[in-house]
């Protein structure tokens, strides 16, 4: 019981595989996802600093460390089952921030409960810190979606999962690391050899244009 139990479940997350029930040439888990977002986190809130915003970055690190933490309880929910409207994915945060609170109140010392409670809440919000950690958690989904569409993975979902993630990606235009992840990054991605250029380039032009 207690914290031994917290700390256990950290090795569960790599347990976790992320996108259930579908061939995949790369597993990719909770544990690995939570690691990247944080890394990718990291340099869009520095992009961010250099253009003069203000950084929080215990919270953008908290936030990002923690932001998948509460699928121990609930696994991983395919991208567009747990988007296919914002009630259900309000069902799902619901769902995970009530077995988040159970858990912690079962088994942190009360003096920490109230911390990591906020630790584990949802972190995407109006702040740039949850703007950023919006943009990190499509970031790395477009990177798992793309790395089976290049190696051709025959499964349509994970051209709709880099479809969502793009979308995601482009309502946050207005800000700076986004801009040069449209600039800077994209394009690269796109070059990338062995992938369908033609029918993953049009997708993302088409994307980018109905935003403008």
Same mark, same amino acid.
């Given at each position: 019981?207690? =914290?031994?139990?917290?700390?256990?479940? $950290?090795?569960?997350?790599?347990?976790?595989? #992320?996108?259930?029930?579908?061939?995949?040439?790369?597993?990719?888990?909770?544990?690995?996802?939570?690691?990247?977002?944080?890394k990718?986190?990291?340099?869009l *809130?520095?992009v %961010?600093?250099?253009?003069?915003?203000?950084?929080?970055?215990?919270? $953008?690190? %908290?936030?990002?460390?923690?932001h998948?933490?509460? %699928? =121990?309880?609930?696994? /991983?929910?395919?991208?567009?089952?747990?988007?296919?409207s914002?009630?259900l @994915?309000?069902?799902?945060?619901?769902? +995970?921030?009530?077995?988040?609170?159970?858990?912690?109140?079962a088994?942190?010392?009360? &003096?920490?409960?109230e911390?990591? $409670?906020? #630790?584990?809440?949802? *972190?995407? @919000?109006?702040?740039? &810190? *949850?703007? !950023?950690?919006?943009?990190? /958690?499509?970031? /790395?989904?477009?990177? &798992?979606?793309?790395g089976?569409?290049?190696?051709?993975?025959?499964?349509? =979902?994970?051209? %709709?999962?880099?479809?969502?993630?793009?979308?995601? =990606?482009?309502?946050?235009?207005?800000?700076?690391?986004?801009?040069?992840?449209? &600039?800077?990054?994209?394009?690269?991605?796109?070059? +990338?050899?062995?992938?369908?250029?033609?029918?993953? @380039?049009?997708?993302?032009? @088409?994307? !980018?244009? /109905?935003?403008?």
């Open positions: 019981m207690g =914290i031994h139990q917290y700390f256990k479940s $950290l090795s569960d997350m790599e347990k976790l595989y #992320r996108c259930p029930g579908k061939f995949k040439y790369d597993e990719h888990t909770v544990a690995a996802h939570s690691f990247k977002v944080t990718i986190a990291q340099f *809130g520095t %961010e600093e250099h253009h003069g915003k203000t950084v929080n970055w215990k919270v $953008l690190y %908290e936030k990002a460390l923690n998948d933490y509460p %699928e =121990i309880f609930t696994g /991983d929910i395919k991208t567009p089952v747990k988007y296919a914002a009630e @994915n309000q069902l799902f945060i619901q769902v +995970e921030e009530e077995m988040t609170q159970k858990f912690v109140k088994e942190f010392p009360k &003096e920490y409960q911390i990591y $409670l906020e #630790r584990f809440k949802e *972190g995407k @919000n109006d702040s740039l &810190e *949850g703007c !950023i950690l919006s943009v990190a /958690d499509k970031v /790395d989904l477009l990177y &798992e979606s793309f089976e569409i290049q190696k051709g993975n025959p499964e349509p =979902i994970f051209f %709709e999962i880099y479809q969502e993630a793009v979308s995601t =990606i482009l309502k946050f235009k207005h800000m700076d690391c986004v801009k040069f992840f449209l &600039e800077h990054v994209l394009p690269d991605l796109l070059n +990338e050899k062995f992938i369908p250029h033609s029918e993953l @380039n049009e997708m993302t032009q @088409n994307l !980018i244009a /109905d935003i403008q």
